[in-house]
């Protein structure tokens, strides 16, 4: 759908109804926060632009405007209401900000900034309709005229016209000195036309309008605030025509003389006025699922023909009552069974025609085809071949199937079920009005389906009668046609604009139909394909070159069939041409010991688990030499089963990169066994440090056998119990050379690792230094088992409880080492390693993962134990690893130390680590 919109939009003068993006400057910005509200003035009685209510709210047409511009900006603009004259004092005095409905007057230019015009309004010239001296404008010269104080367009309309000029306070005064003949005439506008609908003051009349005066309302803003107008600017240029229309309709429409005479003049003649008073109501019928046109919504019409209903029951001053039906062809036989008078939209068939009458057309709509969004956009519908559905007994059924008779029409019984087959793979498409089938894409099947073609054919709908009330046709028809273009605009612009919650601008779903409606039409669907196949050959360009000048191979690979499309490039990398390889099997040339490393990535992203292909492997070229590759894609189709039947995807030559990536890793390995080599001289010390004891004891029982033996006291059970502490040391001896050597192996793979014995054996070799600096181990492990490498995990913890051991050795006071093992998500883990030693100096915190850095003597340390660690867990677990110093409580007592943080996957996948 999102393709069509993008192209839909295209002709120049629609591009106006699209409101524009508010981008507030930086000064605008802290103008609105310093200034929370900002209050314009304006005259109390100046209804409809402003109307106050019985709950003392103010509503009307310029708080409908400064409403939109407060939701657009992020301003807050109220409005105050008081005699105009007075309002206009204040505000020069600066206690308001300035005035609404005002005019852009040269006299006010140095008090105040103007905004843009945002309405555009009339002055008329109102006299009594006993008044016989003035007929026009040019008849005012020395006769009285009222206007209103402080109005200063008002007061130069009467002076060139050489009236004199009683000033009064506002437009009720204005109409009291007309009604009691203080005065020969009143300029007025739209507020005094309102006065005039409400008091239904017959014996005033209109009889001239200043033409040469349009008057231009704009908002008035002191002169010292420029970035008030400049936001009160941007709010009016966001706000769109439609939105503009609606609300001059909202509150304007009802108030303009001529449009009340015009809704009245039906002509209708004296035969069908008798035939009007002799029936008390008229009964409609409707299709009750057909929205936006109409429905029957829990018993009740709604949609656009009970608005236009509406309108017409007012001008026949006729009750019109809504049958409730559930399907049209239950509406179709409630007529026929003369339950309902009329239907209120329907097309002329030769079957219609034998028990209906029909009015002229009052709406028009194209005939169009959905279908799923993956389909192709269709050109010829005459050539669609697969089952298209269509809801049973609508008139454009019987059309089509006389004109196309080839369609392989299937019947459904409202518009929900044949989008519903659409979406549902049932069905190719289904076909509709635009209108409606618009509204329920927007509103059910966004990004589901789409709208694929039109037919040359336009429904034109109007009103069905019973054929034996044949005068009512006529009556209607009047009726249709005395409608007027604003109220045919206003219902268009209320159920063509529809709202729907999600992440898009609200004003999008204002706009869509209106668009597609208007586009559809004028724009043939042959046109739109030839702009989309235009720009498909652009980007398609644009790829090439792109492709070619990055020097990329390029394949397809058609899955069923094994073959796979390469491009000049892909075969040049291994040294041959395309033509060499072109109908080999390609996986033949990846070395054997990767290929099943890419089969697994693309088993990965076949089942959906990774959004692409992606894989570094490594190929035999023509030369015999080894080329390293990095090959993306992603499938492009699938069956209907979801089994992948197409990919495509680039192949990129990575052999220099790789070489200086292996080479950059055997440097990583260098410094690896540095780290393991320092690490081996602390580990000797603490290995003989624990050896002395078994070592002792060994000795010692040794020497009690030798000396019993040459005593003769020796009995069975000592000997037996002196080769027991023999081989229990012995053992322990052996465990220590076992783990000793276990730690000097390369690990080859990830493994389950319990937590605590991972914490175990990294201590284990400290533990001669822990016992002698009496320093306390506190443990918090939640976290039971991670996935990973030990060995190299047990390096990284064994360089940070070095570094804590080591900072505890000054400290004075108790000693203690706390490890916190937990989960932060479902997949991944905390490690936490601190000690009370009163932490790391803050100038030296943020190097201490720098390899070599260390505060230690060079007889006591390389200063790579903690670069190391944190390249163990960055590259070879995909962790983060950081320090801080942190202050804690424990057993009542506050402590400062160093604390590390390793946040870790709970599995490592072996493919992923460089």
Known sequence: ?????????????????????????????????????????????????????????????????????????????????????????????????????????????????????????????????????????????????????????????????????????????????????????????????????????????????????????????????????????????????????????????????????????????????????????????????????????????????????????????????????????????????????????????????????????????????ATRIDELFVDDISSVKEKIAIVENYAYSEILKKNYPHLNLISVKDIKEGLEKVAKKEVFGFIGVLSTVGYNIQKDYFGQLKIAGKFDEKWKLGIAVQKDIPILVGILNKTIASISEEQHQMIRNKWLTVKFENDLPEYFYEILILIITVLIIIILINVILSIEIKKRKKIENNLNRTISGARLGTWTWYINTNINIINERWAEILGYKKEEIENKDHTSFIIEEDREKVKKSLERHFEGLTKNFEAQFRMKAKDGSIKWILSNGSVVKRDNNGNPEIIAGIHQDITKSKELEIELQKQNEFIVQQSRQAAMGEMLENIAHQWRQPLSVITTSASGVKLRTELNSLSKEELFEFMDQILKSGKFLSNTIEDFRNFFKKDKESIRIETKELISKSLQFLQSKIANRDIEIIYNITEEEIYGYENELIQALINIFNNAVDSLEKYEGNRYIFVNIYEEDKDTCIINIKDNGKGIEENIIKRVFEPYFTTKHQSQGTGIGLFMTKEIIEKHFNGKISVQNEKFNFKDEEYLGASFYIKIPKSVDDNEII
């Open 1 to 369: 759908m999102k393709k069509i919109l993008a192209l839909l939009i295209i002709p120049l003068f629609l591009i106006n109804i699209f409101a524009k993006e508010i981008e507030l400057t930086k000064e605008e910005k802290q103008f609105l926060e310093k200034h929370k509200t900002i209050t314009l003035g304006t005259d109390k009685s100046w209804i409809p632009y402003v109307i106050k209510t019985d709950a003392e709210t103010i509503i009307g047409y310029d708080v409908s405007i400064l409403n939109k511009i407060n939701k657009l900006t992020g301003s807050n603009f109220q409005l105050q209401l008081g005699e105009w004259n007075n309002i206009v004092t204040k505000a020069k005095n600066k206690k308001i900000d300035g005035l609404s409905t005002s005019i852009a007057h040269k006299e006010r230019e140095k008090y105040f900034n103007f905004s843009k015009p945002y309405i555009n309004t009339y002055r008329i010239l109102i006299v009594s309709s006993k008044n016989k001296d003035i007929s026009s404008k040019k008849d005012l010269k020395d006769k009285v005229v009222a206007i209103q104080k402080g109005n200063l367009l008002d007061k130069k309309i009467a002076t060139k016209w050489g009236a004199k000029i009683l000033e009064v306070e506002n437009t009720k005064e204005l109409i009291d000195y007309l009604i009691k003949e203080k005065v020969d005439a009143l300029i007025g506008n739209e507020t005094s036309s309102y006065f005039f609908e409400k008091s239904k003051l017959n014996y005033i009349k209109t009889i001239d309008i200043f033409n040469n005066y349009p008057v231009n309302l704009v908002f008035s803003i002191r002169k010292d605030w420029p970035e008030a107008i400049s936001i009160l600017n941007k709010g009016l240029d966001a706000i769109t025509e439609i939105e503009k229309l609606s609300l001059r309709s909202e509150w304007f429409a009802t108030l303009k003389i001529q449009d009340k005479k015009r809704i009245n003049q039906t002509n209708l003649i004296d035969k069908e006025i008798n035939f009007l008073n002799s029936i008390k109501e008229l009964k409609v019928c409707i299709d009750p699922n057909w929205m936006p046109l109409e429905k029957n919504e829990k018993g009740k019409h709604i949609g656009m023909t009970a608005d236009y209903l509406k309108i017409i029951e007012s001008k026949l001053d006729l009750p019109i009552k809504f049958f409730p039906t559930k399907t049209w062809t239950e509406s179709l036989e409630a007529i026929k069974e003369k339950k309902c008078d009329i239907l209120s939209l329907a097309i002329p068939t030769e079957e219609r025609e034998k028990f209906l009458n029909f009015t002229q057309a009052y709406l028009e709509t194209p005939l169009i085809i």
